[in-house]
């Protein structure tokens, strides 16, 4: 960092003066937002606005990032504005040690003179911050950008609105609220109050209009609005803008914008608004808008003026949608109105809110099973991310608004699952559907950011009957390759009813080796009518699920002909997952029949025998009090009934056999981490908790993973006998800066999954005395830093008296300075000096530089003179 020798003295000059009046008076608004370019990386874009009458102008900014470094961050660009008001940006990158919740802050001296709602404006300092909580697991975040500039002006009992005009890239939900106004450290200002109004001042939570009604008083006031974003219940970070407000004595009224409220429009179509505002005054009136819709590169929106007369505006808004523009919440445009009165010049404002809807799935087809619906459609434009698929017995004539996506749960349809394909089979969850009645379906897209399209047209379809029912599909012997399954249906009745259906009659017999039919083939045929069972054998019923289809067809010779719609059915089919000291057992099946309750049968290894062991009407059974290691073997009879016209009849089958070891495969549950660094020790405290007290019951060690660089992956570096170990201190070798994990590792070595990673890194390891005696005593005489374990490699040390002149450098870590000026052997005068040193130190994102700045004081004992070489 190069300063000048004039620059030097007027620091110089201000640290030894500590004359307040020679700080500018030009801060009059600011805010900080910022974009995620990676898991751990931001850049931050600090706004400010000045008066640009002030004889101070920032070309630069210190920004403390709020993990305990700071980055001295250039003027990106200015803009000079209307009203004596110029906005200049600031834009910096930075990376944080780890996922935490930091509070960057800028603070600058000073705000203007005279604002009246903040004591003693003009030595008070500026400052605006921004909260960003760093957390992977939620994804990208990005601040809203402020996209109303805060440079409107105010009529004294005349209502005042401002919007900041909120746009947030990622969709989340925004709320706005009132909150003080900050000095030195971000801390709220004493004193502050709210401006005063003639009835109230306030915002609105959910829209962002700040109204006021109405300022009582003339003069400068400043206020800061708080905008929270949130994305499903979850805080993701805060920004304040500070803004000052100019109030006037005017007979001027601001203009007033016809209510316009919200629009919905489907991709692809375009957005019309007619915009109107008049004047009681008579005033021209200038139409402007701000919003998200302006930003797109692909048919961004416009405003464009159709007429215009005193008293009277009209323009239109027009925005041509296009898939990119998809959004579950509605854009918020801000149309400002203003005038041109003599004295002072007037904004009204209007929201619009605009909604770009999705397309819809289209051309949707059902394919009725015995206890299944298939159910295919076509995908629409603009690529959804996955599909929600709803069903309602019984038709209706839905009919939405033309702002009401997806389905409503008022609509009476239920919810019944979703898919990233365009094809899905409704089963009711594996429970299979109830025949006799109509189901009917809808389809909804959902696109990136939960965005739901309108509902697809309907569709309905009623199960097929079943022609002949099948009643039993049970597995007789359980074998890889000579497995054998029954097959049993009932013999059909009534085909004097069927048209032609004179005989004789055969049986087709189809078989899948899935659950739903999806691969059937001929397998063999019955001829006649009252042989209705088949053996199906030679099958590998050990592995591999089964399922059936029997057809009756007329086998007349000149006369075949397929009677009704052949009915489905599988086999019962064991899913075991093993788990610590007990077996899960999950029964798949897909049958026309109703099973009311399943037999639970393990294998007695004494007596070869399968004992009962549990009844159940659910799918699902967990055996538990096993023993790891052993194996165990189980089969499952269901008991149930099946319906022809409206006779009910019992029915019996059995899965086939199936066996499992358990084994503790669950993983321990996460410790909860927390980590500080004491700087003074070199060292980081690392504490946890115990799992065996919440969550687990086996926990016997742990894992310690560590890295000091954001840009690597965590290592292994420890591992901790004992549960009740829950304290860890390291001492890292090159940096205090770390990010630590810890996992916890049961009995059966089984490692969790990784605690919440956390990082550390707010030491400074750096320290330059204040206090230097070269005076030959042998005490003190080289001025030497604080540099523990040469952690710093590289500084650049600068040295200046108080006329600003240079009298010593150095880029050695350790200084080293004997006291005397620079390509001189004469000690220096005693007195106070001034230091300008960078400092490079390294930290989880690199090396950084940090610069410091201060006093030492030299005392010699003398006026100076030559060192003897003694």
Request: glycine share 6%; net charge negative; with cysteine.
């Amino acid at each position: 960092m190069i300063f000048s020798k004039l620059k030097i003295f007027i620091v110089l000059i201000l640290l030894f003066v500590g004359s307040s009046d020679l700080y500018a008076t030009h801060n009059r608004a600011g805010e900080i937002t910022y974009t995620q370019i990676s898991e751990l990386t931001y850049e931050i874009t600090v706004t400010t606005y000045t008066y640009t009458l002030s004889n101070v102008d920032r070309k630069e900014l210190e920004v403390e990032w709020g993990d305990g470094t700071f980055t001295t961050v250039p003027r990106h660009d200015l803009l000079e504005l209307p009203d004596f008001y110029r906005r200049n940006r600031y834009i910096a990158r930075h990376t944080f040690p780890g996922p935490g919740i930091y509070v960057v802050l800028v603070q600058d001296p000073n705000r203007n003179f005279g604002v009246e709602n903040i004591p003693n404006s003009v030595n008070t300092v500026f400052s605006v911050q921004t909260t960003i909580f760093v957390n992977p697991e939620m994804g990208p975040n990005n601040a809203p950008i402020l996209l109303n500039p805060p440079i409107n002006q105010a009529a004294q009992y005349r209502i005042f609105i401002h919007n900041p005009g909120a746009y947030d890239i990622d969709g989340d939900s925004l709320a706005y609220s009132l909150t003080s106004c900050t000095g030195e450290n971000g801390e709220p200002i004493s004193g502050y109050t709210l401006p005063p109004a003639t009835t109230s001042i306030g915002i609105n939570e959910i829209t962002g209009d700040l109204i006021w009604d109405a300022p009582p008083d003339t003069g400068k006031f400043n206020l800061a609005i708080m905008i929270d974003e949130w994305r499903t219940g979850v805080k993701m970070g805060s920004i304040t803008r500070d803004m000052q407000i100019d109030v006037y004595v005017s007979e001027n009224h601001p203009p007033e914008i016809d209510s316009i409220g919200e629009i919905c429009v489907l991709v692809g179509d375009t957005a019309n608004v007619i915009i109107r505002s008049t004047d009681i005054d008579l005033d021209n009136i200038e139409h402007t808008a701000t919003g998200g819709p302006f930003l797109f590169e692909t048919n961004p929106a416009t405003i464009e003026e159709v007429s215009s007369v005193p008293g009277e505006t009209v323009s239109i808004f027009n925005w041509i949608t296009h898939c990119n523009h998809i959004r579950k919440e509605p854009y918020m445009v801000i149309i400002s109105a203003k005038d041109d009165h003599s004295d002072v010049n007037l904004v009204g404002i209007e929201r619009l809110l605009v909604k770009v809807i999705g397309p819809a799935p289209y051309d949707l087809v059902t394919e009725p099973g015995n206890a299944f619906i298939r159910l295919n459609w076509e995908a629409p434009d603009c690529n959804p991310e996955k599909y929600l698929i709803y069903r309602k017995i019984g038709s209706l004539d839905y009919v939405h608004d033309s702002c009401t996506t997806g389905l409503p749960e008022d609509s009476g349809y239920e919810f019944v699952g979703e898919t990233t394909d365009t094809a899905f089979i409704d089963n009711d969850n594996g429970e299979g559907l109830v025949q006799g009645f109509d189901y009917c379906y809808r389809i909804v897209a959902e696109y990136a950011d939960g965005a739901q399209s309108f509902p697809s047209e309907e569709q309905c379809a009623s199960l097929a009957s079943g022609f002949p029912t099948i009643t039993n599909v049970s597995v007789l012997n359980t074998d890889l390759s000579i497995g054998e399954i029954m097959v049993r249906w009932a013999k059909p009745s009534r085909l004097d009813t069927v048209p032609g259906a004179v005989g004789p009659f055969k049986y087709i017999i189809y078989r899948s080796d899935d659950e739903f039919g999806m691969r059937l083939k001929r397998i063999d045929s019955i001829a006649g009518l009252d042989d209705t069972t088949f053996y199906d054998s030679g099958l590998n019923t050990a592995e591999t699920q089964y399922s059936y289809e029997i057809a009756l067809y007329n086998d007349a010779p000149g006369d075949r002909f397929r009677i009704g719609i052949p009915q489905l059915a599988s086999s019962i089919f064991l899913d075991l997952s093993p788990a610590d000291n007990l077996v899960e057992i999950n029964i798949k099946k897909n049958t026309a029949w109703l099973d009311n309750e399943y037999v639970i049968y393990r294998l007695n290894n004494a007596t070869t025998q399968f004992d009962s062991i549990a009844y159940t009407t659910n799918r699902t059974y967990t055996d538990n009090n096993l023993k790891n290691g052993n194996t165990y073997c189980y089969k499952v009879k269901s008991i149930g009934a099946y319906k022809i016209d409206t006779v009910e009849y019992p029915t019996i089958n059995w899965s086939h056999e199936n066996c499992q070891i358990p084994e503790d495969y669950q993983r321990p549950c996460p410790p909860s981490l927390n980590v500080r660094s004491s700087c003074d020790s070199l060292k980081n405290i690392l504490t946890w908790n115990n799992p065996n007290l919440t969550c687990a019951d086996d926990v016997i060690a742990y894992k310690i993973y560590y890295t000091n660089s954001s840009d690597m992956e965590l290592d292994s570096i420890l591992r901790i006998w004992g549960a009740e170990n829950t304290r860890y201190e390291h001492f890292p070798e090159e940096s205090m800066g770390a990010c630590y994990a810890v996992a916890a590792v049961d009995s059966f070595n089984n490692e969790s999954e990784l605690s919440y990673v956390k990082c550390v890194d707010n030491c400074s390891y750096y320290g330059l005395p204040n206090v230097f005696t070269p005076n030959g005593d042998e005490i003190n005489d080289i001025y030497i830093a604080d540099n523990p374990l040469d952690y710093v490699k590289k500084v650049d040390m600068k040295i200046f008296n108080r006329w600003g002149e240079l009298v010593f450098q150095t880029t050695n870590p350790l200084i080293e300075w004997d006291g005397r000026t620079k390509n001189s052997n004469k000690t220096v005068s005693a007195g106070v000096y001034y230091y300008i040193c960078d400092v490079w130190e390294p930290r989880i994102s690199g090396l950084e530089l940090r610069n410091i700045v201060g006093f030492i004081h030299i005392y010699t004992g003398k006026s100076g003179g030559e060192f003897s070489n003694e």
